[in-house]
């Protein structure tokens, strides 16, 4: 059998009663963390103004869209959804690839209220499109200069409306080769809008390919030929695709849930940061420079002087300095206020980024350092793999608890929070999200 063939069999076979509890209880994680990510990004000016498009196409009302408080066209309410997922920079990754969750959730809320699916229906097609995508998109093209997040996403994307659509094996084959035709995304494009829209275009572009599969279109099964292509020069070994499919532990479990609202290629730094702040005590004079060791890729966050939000999501000099003045980082530190003020201007100053050129051209690459030379002569030094949150340091369910808190505290009522909180963590006890949906849609 092709790849294509167990990975459709794998999908069309694969019921709730088939993944493991541990499985089960990581997508819910995953799922608390989109939705907080949507409800933040639904604040921002991306997301405001993505909203503000959509209603502009005067489009007939038919499902919501999470923070909107208003309906749309399915495609639409998935493409608003993409927007605000990726807007607040709360995404969670696999790495090095850096595949990731928001091209999954954006596609299933939408789907669960139009099809009226049940809860384990919902987790179900959610864990097999992140499956999927990630035994797929474990190959990084980062060096080439794509973003794999989309390039890759959108498979996923497919995946999980073809569960959902309830497509047959052969729709599936085709649902997942019309979407690899609609693969694309630039690292160019990081720290502006267009990351976003990439990623949100993956999402409508995957159910539009399931729904086309479902009517019968056709897509290229040859994923081989298709990655022998886009990997040239690199080693990979297409087979490990479908090693040990459907084997006790799922590569779901791969994803890194991010903890702050900026780049994931921030986020080793900004541990080992927060960590020497509170063993040293520190305030921001008592630090003369920040020195931070990264590998080509994670060079894009080199951004001395960010001229934006979006840019400042990006850069280490900026979160960096949040850090400094403020021992956190959060989403009240990305707005144009924040980015005129004298104090984080001069923050920005402490801090160097130092490029290996030599490192691996992918994301996350070597091991990350970071120097901190205090005012008084001293240095202090630490060195990590993974941020918290990956898969060899993963949170507890109590601490995704408490990212969703944080996320959504400044969204939601705090018993809207704590409700929806209970709605995501028991979703397999739910006939249907109606109940759920409507609190996230149509905030108070």
């Not at 790849?3 to 995953?30: N, S």
């Not at 474990?138 to 989309?150: A, N, R």
């Not at 649902?175 to 990351?195: E, P, V």
């Not at 020497?276 to 060079?299: C, F, R, S, W, Y």
């Amino acid at each position: 059998m092709s790849i294509m063939d167990q990975l459709a069999a794998f999908v069309f076979e694969t019921d709730f009663q088939d993944i493991p509890d541990e499985t089960v209880l990581y997508t819910k994680a995953l799922t608390s963390k989109i939705v907080a990510a949507m409800l933040t990004g639904s604040t921002t000016v991306a997301g405001k103004r993505i909203i503000k498009y959509t209603e502009s196409k005067n489009a007939p009302g038919e499902i919501g869209a999470i923070g909107s408080g208003k309906k749309f066209l399915i495609e639409d309410a998935i493409f608003i959804n993409g927007i605000t997922s990726h807007a607040a920079e709360l995404e969670d990754d696999q790495f090095p690839s850096a595949t990731s969750d928001i091209t999954i959730f954006p596609v299933i809320f939408p789907l669960a209220e139009k099809l009226n699916l049940t809860g384990k229906e919902v987790i179900t097609a959610a864990a097999l499109g992140i499956e999927v995508m990630n035994r797929i998109g474990m190959f990084t093209l980062s060096s080439k200069g794509y973003t794999d997040l989309p390039f890759y996403g959108v498979i996923g994307a497919s995946v999980t409306a073809g569960k959902a659509l309830g497509l047959d094996r052969e729709q599936l084959k085709n649902a997942m080769g019309i979407a690899m035709g609609c693969a694309s995304g630039f690292i160019i494009n990081f720290g502006t809008d267009a990351h976003y829209i990439e990623s949100a275009v993956a999402c409508r572009n995957g159910l539009m390919a399931a729904q086309l599969a479902k009517m019968g279109m056709t897509g290229s099964w040859d994923v081989e030929k298709w990655l022998s292509q886009m990997c040239t020069g690199h080693n990979y070994d297409a087979k490990s695709i479908v090693k040990d499919l459907a084997g006790a532990r799922w590569r779901v479990h791969e994803t890194w849930i991010k903890k702050y609202p900026c780049c994931f290629l921030t986020h080793r730094h900004i541990d080992m940061m927060l960590e020497i702040l509170v063993e040293q005590e520190l305030t921001v004079d008592a630090i003369d420079i920040i020195k931070i060791h990264v590998g080509p890729v994670d060079n894009t966050c080199n951004r001395p002087e960010p001229i934006h939000t979006e840019d400042a999501r990006f850069s280490f000099h900026h979160i960096m300095a949040a850090l400094m003045i403020d021992g956190d980082v959060n989403s009240c530190h990305f707005s144009q206020e924040v980015l005129q003020s004298y104090e984080f201007q001069k923050a920005w100053k402490k801090v160097i980024v130092i490029n290996h050129s030599e490192w691996p051209a992918e994301f996350m690459s070597g091991i990350a350092k970071i120097e901190v030379l205090l005012t008084d002569g001293r240095k202090i030094t630490k060195e990590r793999v993974q941020a918290k949150g990956g898969p060899d340091s993963p949170l507890t369910i109590d601490e995704v608890h408490l990212l969703y808190e944080k996320y959504t505290s400044d969204v939601l009522p705090p018993d809207d929070m704590a409700e929806t909180w209970q709605m995501i963590i028991g979703l397999e006890n739910h006939d249907n999200l109606n109940a759920l949906l409507e609190k996230l849609i149509y905030i108070q």
